[in-house]
């Protein structure tokens, strides 16, 4: 297979440790600028748009056990249309934008909108892109992770850009524990290979079977890894396959209407088993209730008490992995089906947008800013 995407989705384990080497190379540079700006009482926002909106909706929960804990996420796009609803002259904010390119007016425009409104603004800009306009912003109050190059995914879709921003971001907020955390980025490498070269297979399968809709649920961190997960599938199947996500408590309120015999419901199953009785149980109500295509149940570890699915994607992590490296692990499974739906429907996965109603990198925004 020669398609950019298959690449990409398979080289991230390897990149993951490729950024890992970047982010402790600047160890003390990374401390010292962090240290400033959360010592002098900065708000952490981590902000973009698109996939790069959604790393920071799974990093808001994931975060949680780091200095970066209280972080608050906001997309670029609700920024640009309403900056004074989230920002004032007393705010003093630490703005982390993840950007693929750099070069999507939202990613500028946002910067620009904050710095006029907040009344005292410093950056971290995590871009896979050096050419990027991002990248080539400069600034005393700006600190610029540049990804490895491969990073940059050359397909439409956000695959190792995506993941790779995200565990950037982690690995800042634990910046003073980076090198003990090699060993947890070893397991997070390893075992993810291992579980896409194991169930690349089935997810084929699963990928070829006569779904229109799809559904992706999860909890905490793991909403937010449902939400681009959801993304991954839509955009990959030009829209053909129509997708949503949800919290597990959450979709029983109303959303589970969406549920037909067309549908495809993958669960992500948080690692906390106090969290997961609640999962499990919704899982129960929905295999007894029978109104679904197929199933898909991704865990760390499959419990003792879990219910059928047409299948079970087990990552083997061990017991009290952290989330803000943990949850990433998760994203694989999306992509995988995203490719191969794409490819079961005869498209491209590296340009799925038949008519170019999307596009790699948005196009057509006016800023009024």
Known sequence: MNFNTHKEIHQQPRV????????????????????????D?????????????????????????????????????????????YFNSSSKVLLI???????????????????STAGSVAHIFITCNADGALAKMKGENILTILLPP?????????????????LACSMVSRIGEIESDKAYIDILSDRTAAAIEKYEGALKEIAEKDFNRA?????????????????????????IIMCAFDSFMGFRHGPKAVINKNTLI????????????????????????????????????????CPESELIVETNFPDAFPAVYGCVSFLFVAQLLGYYKSIALGLSPDSPSADGNISRVVEGVTLYI
């Not at 934008?97 to 710095?115: L, N």
């Not at 890894?225 to 030009?238: G, P, T, V, Y």
């Open 150 to 166: 491969e990073t940059n995914d050359l397909s439409l879709a956000m695959t190792s850009s995506c993941t790779s921003m995200l």
């Open 266 to 305: 993958v669960y992500l199953l948080s690692p906390n088993p106090d969290v997961q009785r609640y999962e499990l149980d919704l899982i129960r109500t929905i295999r007894k209730q029978g109104r679904f295509c197929a199933c898909v149940t991704v865990c760390h570890q499959i419990p003792a008490d």
């Open 215 to 239: 559904v992706f649920l999860g909890s905490g961190s793991l909403k937010g890894i449902a939400e681009e997960s959801r993304l991954k599938l839509q955009e990959l199947s030009d829209g």
């Open 97 to 115: 934008s993840f950007a693929r390119s750099g070069d999507s007016p939202e990613s500028t425009g946002a910067v620009k909108a904050v710095e």
């Open 41 to 85: 009482g900065y708000q952490v926002v981590l902000t973009g748009a698109g996939s790069s909106a959604y790393i920071g909706d799974a990093l808001e929960c994931a975060l949680e056990a780091t200095r970066f804990r209280g972080a608050r996420s906001i997309a670029t796009t609700d920024i640009l249309t309403n900056p004074r609803i």
């Open 16 to 39: 993951w440790r490729e950024t890992y080497d970047v982010v402790l190379s600047r160890k003390d540079e990374i401390k010292a600028f962090v240290d400033k700006y959360l010592g």
